[in-house]
């Protein structure tokens, strides 16, 4: 065969060597293997303002109902530094406003985490250099990824449309802002994610540069001057006004813009570069002595993880702490911003107690436990090794949470006493981060493939169930078998449902335990 | 002869470490080219600079007469690669992996596919969570063999084969080259690169230290000899500027390599001590690669 032959063909075709090359087929790859996550996600989305629309509607029928909430809320410094002014007195005003800076968050996540995950976590995998070894453009999959999170977004604009303006017959125009300031900064979010896939040499190092990229970008309307918070993630549904007086539609090209401006830097630098690199190198750890136990195997593996994360919680506790001193704004107390942050911190504890209970999960189905387990390791002190560290954990990070917010309440406010209260409140949570954990060793042991959504679904349930009580439209008595019930800064707990909490945890653990003792190995 | 590949002067740095040092090759059209050094020597540096994914700090790379990094995409529809570490998309199957790089490739026969498949004994419709890595190497083979390709990139493509899988991959490759396809394989497995190879090229530390046809890397070795004598041998080292290594002495029995070319100066001396037997055979391409791999560097 001669090349020149071959040359001649409609392969050398001008266009034959464009960057975009193939970049259909990826989109296609992308929709195929994320379908469900994909229509989840777009559900959710939709879900969220329709969620809001209800609960407001039914907790504010009528205007007087309405405007009692929004000098309550305007006079909260908190509200108002998180959401800014509600934009008009109507029904929907309120819901577009409580809803705006959630959508972002939850929007604004899902989209950087798709990102990163179709970009340098297929490159981590090795699968990049299977595609790219095809005819396939060089921004092929960056323009993909960006093409599909579009797409996902405007979707989930169709069925805010639908669900809003039609179900609930909110006007067409205001949906529409709302809806689309609520995609375009998603998609924002979702082009840092894009980027930070090619800056940070690993998918974990991009995940935690981008997520740090959308806190900074929606939690600062706490500390920013008014004036400037126009300009961050967090300002732009307040500019846009959506249901109010004087709805700003050009607001929506500041994130597209940006967005653009984000995945064309992304391009730059992905043509640039070697494959598997990136300008943010991991760093090579220290070299340290093998472990000489499952329980020391843990730690090496994940240990920095949880003192990392339990120091983070710490500083993070004591800073509310301290502020929470000297805290005294309209309805808002000191005391209560504590509580509520402590719950908060409790439900963040709760997610990484999940996170923990699923790592004998990853490494099982990575093929790292059949190893250890074809030595001389049995396997219960394997996944002992690796549930000791995974409940000791919660406890300690709520230790942190404890000791931090009472620390520095009581360094603010002249208040030793605070230290051990605070610690006390969230100690009494471990049973309830245990359950959650427990639910999850339970479905790894009897059903190992199902443990991810089975344990992450019980987190939402027991999230959802908040929101339904705070909304009015769950009993008490039926939210005290949630295991976040208890722990509510509305409810005083007692001692019998943390109790009944932690036998379910130990009921759970034992099943777990026992049924993985039973199973096959996963291949 | 239409070069396919050519390579010359080539350097990969990674921060301090020369992965390609200066490294220089050359595929003929229509050729099997075998491609071999121990592990870290290169070779998949190589291979990646090859299909455009790492770019070369210095040198000179021709690819189907074109540039590996700049004509990437127009130069992939020619080519085909099966990496050295296959993963694949837990959740499609096989034959979805295999249509989808067909796809990609943008030039799949489907015909050859399917004729694949059935000779790889490949279930297709599994989802590629459950394949061992044989059966994830199956899908990559599968999927570049059945490319319309003038150019085959193969990274130890039969490690994870069984027996009767290696021998059909051998097959394909002998098909394949029939038809004028030119075939980079780099391997381990020295029995395969001495059934299939026209030509080899053994890369150490970054740099080709040898290349040719197996005739002439045989040219100037050694021939092994073992003979049984009716008396113990003294000194046979030494004698007329003779090079011997590796003498081995049990009883009347004696081992030692000799350069080839001059095996009958060492029989002179051999009969002296009463010759009774004696095998003697060229050196194996084992022992070949064996004396690459292992020869201390020499800066």
């Known amino acids: 065969m001669s090349t020149g032959a071959v040359n001649a063909g409609p392969v050398n075709a001008g266009h034959a060597n464009a960057a975009t090359m193939n970049a259909g ?30 609960s407001l509607a039914a907790l504010m029928p009528a205007e007087p109902h309405r405007l009692a909430f929004i000098a309550a809320a305007e006079a909260n410094p908190f509200t108002n530094a998180l959401l800014g002014p509600v934009p008009g007195t109507s029904i929907e005003a309120l819901v577009g406003w409580r809803s705006s800076v959630q959508s972002l968050l939850i929007g604004g996540l899902a989209g950087l985490l798709f990102a990163i995950r179709h970009t340098r976590a297929e490159e981590d995998a090795g699968r990049r250099e299977l595609v790219a070894a095809g005819a396939v453009g060089r921004h092929a999959a960056i323009s993909a990824v960006v093409a599909v999170v579009a797409a996902v977004n405007l979707a989930v604009v169709v069925g ?76 732009w549904p307040r500019v846009a006004r959506a249901y109010g007086a004087g709805e700003q539609w050009w607001v929506l090209w500041i994130p597209l813009a940006l967005a653009a401006v984000l995945t064309l830097l992304a391009f730059a630098v992905s043509a640039r570069r070697d494959l598997g690199t990136g300008l943010l190198p991991e760093r090579a750890g220290p070299v340290r002595p093998a472990p000489r136990s499952t329980i020391g195997l843990a730690w090496r593996l994940y240990g920095g993880q949880v003192v990392s994360w339990t120091i983070s919680l710490g500083v993070a506790s004591a800073g509310v702490g301290w502020v929470s001193a000297s805290f005294e704004v309209g309805t808002l107390t000191g005391d209560t911003l504590l509580e509520v942050f402590t719950y908060v911190f409790c439900l963040v504890v709760a997610c990484l107690a999940v996170t923990g209970a699923l790592r004998p999960y990853g490494e099982e189905s990575r093929g790292r436990a059949s190893p250890l387990l074809a030595t001389s390791t049995g396997r219960t002190r394997w996944l002992s090794g690796h549930l000791v560290l995974g409940l000791a954990a919660p406890a300690a990070m709520l230790l942190a949470v404890g000791a931090g917010t009472g620390a ?24 309830a981060a245990w359950a959650v954990a427990g639910v999850a060793i339970a479905a790894y042991g009897l059903r190992p493939r199902a443990a991810v959504p089975v344990a992450w679904a019980v987190v939402v349930l027991s999230a959802v169930c908040v929101a339904m009580w705070e909304a009015g439209v769950l009993g008490g008595t039926a939210f005290l078998f949630t295991p976040f019930g208890y722990a509510h800064p509305s409810i005083s707990p007692g001692f019998a449902a943390p109790a009944g909490f932690a036998l379910a945890a130990a009921a759970l653990v034992t099943v777990g335990g026992a049924a993985f003792h039973r199973r096959d190995l996963l291949a | 002869m239409d070069s396919v590949i050519s390579v010359s002067g080539l350097v990969k740095t990674y921060g301090r470490t020369r992965a ?58 020619r080519l085909a690669y099966v990496p050295g570490d ?44 459950t394949y061992s890595k044989g059966n994830r190497q199956k899908v990559a083979l599968v999927a570049a063999l059945a490319a319309r390709a ?53 890369v ?82 084992e022992e070949l690669f064996l004396r690459h791999y292992r020869e201390p560097v020499t800066p």
Request: proline fraction near 5%; charge should be neutral.
């Open chain 1, 25 to 54: 087929t990826i989109a296609l790859l992308i929709l195929r293997r994320d379908r469900l996550l994909l229509a989840a996600w777009i559900v959710v989305a939709v879900a969220l303002p329709a969620f809001n629309a209800y």
């Open chain 1, 160 to 235: 805010q449309c639908l669900v809003l303006g039609l179900g609930f017959g909110y006007p067409p125009g205001g949906t529409l802002l709302f809806g689309l300031t609520g995609a375009a900064g998603a998609t924002m979010f979702a082009a840092c994610g894009v980027l930070a896939a090619q800056l940070c040499q690993s998918a974990p190092l991009a995940r935690a540069t981008g997520v740090g990229v959308l806190v900074a970008g929606l939690v600062p309307g706490l500390v920013v001057p008014e004036e400037l918070v126009a300009y961050l993630p967090a300002g």
């Open chain 1, 408 to 431: 520095g309440h009581a360094l603010a406010g002249g208040r030793p006493e605070a230290v051990p209260v605070q610690i006390g409140a969230a100690l009494l949570f471990t049973p």
């Open chain 2, 20 to 77: 390609l040092d200066g490294l220089d090759l050359r595929v003929g059209a229509g050729e099997i080219h075998g491609f071999l050094g121990p592990n870290g020597a290169g070779k998949t540096t190589t291979l990646r600079v090859l299909l455009g994914l790492l770019r070369a700090d210095a040198g000179e790379v021709r690819l189907l007469g074109g540039h590996p990094w700049h004509d990437a995409v127009r130069l992939h529809r």
């Open chain 2, 86 to 129: 296959v993963t694949l998309w837990d959740e499609l199957t096989g034959g979805q992996i295999i249509d989808l790089l067909g796809r990609l490739h943008g030039r799949p026969d489907t015909r050859r596919r399917d004729e694949l498949i059935a000779r790889f004994e490949l279930d297709p419709g599994k989802k590629a969570r």
């Open chain 2, 150 to 202: 003038e150019l085959l990139l193969l990274d130890e493509p039969t490690s994870g084969l069984d027996p009767l899988m290696e021998e059909e991959f051998r097959r394909c490759l002998a098909e394949r080259r029939a038809e004028g396809t030119a075939i980079l394989l780099s391997s381990h497995v020295l029995a395969e690169v001495e059934a299939l190879c026209d030509r080899v090229s053994i």
């Open chain 2, 204 to 285: 150490r530390r970054g740099r080709v230290v040898e290349s040719g046809t197996l005739t002439e890397l045989r040219h100037l070795t050694w021939t092994s000899i073992t003979a049984r004598l009716e008396r113990p041998p003294e000194r046979l080292d030494g004698a007329h500027g003779l090079e011997v290594h590796g003498t081995e002495v049990h009883g009347t029995e004696v081992r030692f390599r000799v350069e080839s070319g001059r095996a009958g100066e060492v029989l002179t001396r051999l009969t002296a001590y009463g010759l009774l037997d004696l095998t003697a055979r060229p050196a194996t391409l």
